[in-house]
């Protein structure tokens, strides 16, 4: 298993080749069209209005990197894109290359080494943690579906602990809101309050109509660090939040948030959680180079760091638990 092997260098070097192949056969809807059934590469290039000899080069690629099979030259889904790649699925989560595969993020690419050197992004104002950074309202639009395993699994917690009564529950750094929105799904009680830059509020907002819950939905625009949270939460979510910032503006915002909380309260604090070798598991670990590349001091901070962070604000029982068919880890704290 040790013997060198120069593979994994041509693998790694081209490895571009897999997120281009993979963007392109959702854009041309191939897994939809193969939703229905098998077809070959002529009846694909038809039904997706590609040539021939395109659709055959790719559909072989995507059946060598496990997105299709192929038995007499007719490919069919296998189950996770026959789940998750199909539009007609309820599982569709093609949108997300809008943001994971956007050609902002592709680009920053060119130059690790640059980051490397410099020891963070090299977009200007602190990329992704600028005020500006236009790819917020992209994230709302098109990364939902890629949350709903955890946004559910959160939202059967709080319901299991606390079904019946009336929360108040912050959702810091909402995005497309789901997790918020999930919560107030299962628990008809549940008043949510949604915070975010305006623009990106705007998508929470409609996600709320389109579930419901628009009643109990609130919105708090505005920056996270200054913008004033009220008080009185049963919980305040942070989902995909901290890890943008260094660990002195985590400390102050946890701080802000203890504060914000009942006495009793939870922060429930979603992310890409590394353990202590900070090589396991993969996509946690790998997820420290996305922060590299888009901010000044992001990080994937494993759960010895979140728990100091967490001790320091006020916080003297934190739980980590795994998130079931999700990379993310939930910690979840309180005083009680
Ligand atoms: N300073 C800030 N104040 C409020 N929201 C911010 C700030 N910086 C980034 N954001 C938002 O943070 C979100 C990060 S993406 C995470 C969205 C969602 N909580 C989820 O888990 O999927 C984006 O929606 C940004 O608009």
């Known amino acids: 298993m040790n013997e060198p092997n120069p593979v994994i260098i041509f693998e790694t070097l081209n490895a571009f080749q897999r997120t281009g192949a993979l963007k392109a056969a959702i854009e041309l809807k191939v897994f939809t069209a193969l939703g229905a059934g098998p077809l070959d590469a002529n009846s694909l290039a038809t039904a997706c209005g590609t040539s021939v000899r395109g659709m055959r080069i790719l559909c072989d690629y995507l059946t060598v990197?496990?997105?299709?099979?192929?038995a007499h030259a007719a490919y069919s889904l296998t189950p996770t894109a026959a789940v998750f790649l199909d539009q007609n699925s309820p599982h569709y989560m093609g949108s997300v290359a809008g943001?994971?595969?956007?050609?902002?993020?592709?680009?920053?690419?060119?130059?690790?080494t640059g980051a490397v050197r410099h020891g963070g992004t090299l977009l200007p104002g602190g990329g992704s943690t600028h005020v500006d950074f236009s790819l917020w309202v992209e994230f709302a639009k098109t990364m939902a579906p890629m949350m709903k395993p955890a946004a559910d699994f959160i939202a059967n917690l709080v319901a299991e602990k606390h079904a019946g009564s009336r929360l108040r529950v912050l959702d810091v750094a909402a995005?497309?809101?789901m997790f918020g929105i999930t919560i107030a799904e299962q628990m008809p009680d549940a008043e949510i309050v949604a915070q975010d830059y305006q623009r990106v509020l705007a998508v929470a907002e409609q996600?709320?109509?389109?579930?419901?819950?628009?009643?109990?939905?609130?919105?708090?625009?505005?920056?996270?660090?200054?913008v004033d949270f009220g008080s009185d939460y049963d919980f305040i979510l942070l989902t995909n939040f901290l890890h943008h910032f260094g660990v002195d503006t985590c400390n102050t915002l946890l701080k802000k948030v203890r504060f914000a909380l009942k006495p009793q309260g939870a922060v429930i604090l979603l992310d890409f959680i590394p353990n202590e070798d900070r090589v396991s598991p993969p996509t946690a670990a790998t997820f420290a180079l996305?922060?590299?590349?888009?901010?000044?001091?992001?990080?994937?901070?494993?759960?010895?760091?979140?728990?100091?962070?967490?001790?320091?604000?006020?916080?003297s029982n934190n739980q980590m638990v795994d998130v079931p068919n999700s990379p993310s880890r939930l910690v979840i704290s309180s005083n009680a």
């Open 207 to 226: 996600n709320a109509d389109i579930a419901g819950v628009q009643d109990r939905y609130t919105l708090l625009p505005g920056d996270a660090m200054s």
């Open 290 to 315: 996305t922060m590299l590349m888009s901010t000044d001091q992001g990080d994937a901070y494993t759960f010895a760091e979140y728990k100091q962070m967490l001790t320091a604000a006020g916080f």
């Open 99 to 112: 943001f994971v595969a956007a050609d902002e993020i592709m680009d920053t690419y060119r130059d690790v």
């Open 175 to 177: 995005g497309h809101g």
């Open 65 to 70: 990197i496990g997105f299709l099979e192929k």
